[in-house]
T-cell receptor, first 117, second 118 residues
């Protein structure tokens, strides 16, 4: 079963509009963390935002916010006032304990976001 | 160093040859991870190091893949007898230890090594 599901392989959004990238997850670990990363065409992975499973409030970082709905196991990324530089692949990831006792990040398949001028 | 450094940035090799990929993590980061990203795909976990030990090798796709880490710092991923399906970008990441005090710290990724097997 997929641990992290991103159902939108690609999205096109008009510049300055807000955009929501979907992410659902599956875990039995009561303590986990959710991350969003941006990967521009240069290939680097850029950390955007983090949400802990026990955090009471949704995380925000500048134009990025995470819509965390724990009961629905969703952690959607919202980008407000999109910019041309936001065009990139976006990955949702979950940090959980592995069977070997270590923590690791499991990634979704990503969403390619294209901002249209 | 300031970031995670990987070398080489690009590697083209002939099928059947061995390759070594190097990762130099951020100083003081005890956890080190190798991931593989095939063209247009997400990131596939390969192996995790805590210090010099590798408690989780569950992602290594075959016994042709091995990795080591020395001095709690530099790590080398070795692929023996390379095959065309090994062609991918190999990403290394490091982070603070698994203490959840640092849970909000994301992993810091290197720029990757693009491996092409011809």
């Amino acid at each position: 079963a997929q641990k992290i599901t991103q159902t939108q392989p690609g999205m096109f959004v008009q510049e300055k509009e807000a955009v929501t990238l979907d992410c659902t997850y599956d875990t039995s670990d009561p303590s986990y963390g959710l991350f969003w990363y941006k990967q521009p065409s240069s290939g680097e992975m850029i950390f955007l935002i983090y949400q802990g499973s026990y955090d009471q409030q949704n995380a925000t970082e500048g134009r990025y916010s995470l819509n965390f709905q724990k009961a629905r196991k969703s952690a959607n990324l919202v980008i407000s006032a999109s910019q041309l530089g936001d065009s990139a692949m976006y990955f949702c990831a979950m940090r959980e304990l592995s069977n070997f006792g270590n923590e690791k990040l499991t990634f979704g398949t990503g969403t390619r976001l294209t901002i249209i001028p | 160093g300031a970031g995670v450094s990987q070398s080489p940035s690009n590697k083209v090799t002939e099928k059947g040859k061995d390759v070594e990929l190097r990762c130099d993590p951020i100083s003081g980061h005890t956890a080190l991870y190798w991931y593989r990203q095939s063209l247009g795909q997400g990131l596939e976990f390969l192996i995790y190091f805590q210090g010099n030990s590798a408690p989780d090798k569950s992602g290594l796709p075959s016994d042709r893949f091995s990795a080591e880490r020395t001095g709690g710092s530099v790590s080398t991923l070795t692929i023996q007898r390379t095959q065309q399906e090994d062609s991918a970008v190999y990403l290394c990441a490091s982070s603070h230890n698994i203490n959840r005090e640092f849970a909000s710290y994301g992993y810091t990724f290197g720029s990757g090594t693009r491996l092409t097997v011809v």
